[in-house]
């Protein structure tokens, strides 16, 4: 399963959902479907400009997590 970290990302920086808007001009119901994770289909362009304005690669935004490890439970790991 491919996952969007554009959440993660913003958090670690204290970047704004509002801030992305404006710094790539991509609509805010596009931002947050990206950073809700709820995205279907990605677009290049958005990619592109997400990628450009976060400076990351796309395999930065965009991880592949196994099915599996989304629904393990961990218990006792220290």
Known sequence: MIICRLSTILGARRIKVSDVCRGTGIARATVDRYYFDRVNGFDREVLSKLCNFLQ??????????????LFTVRVGTE
């Open 56 to 69: 990351v690669k796309p395999g930065d935004l965009l991880v592949t997590v196994e099915q599996g490890d």
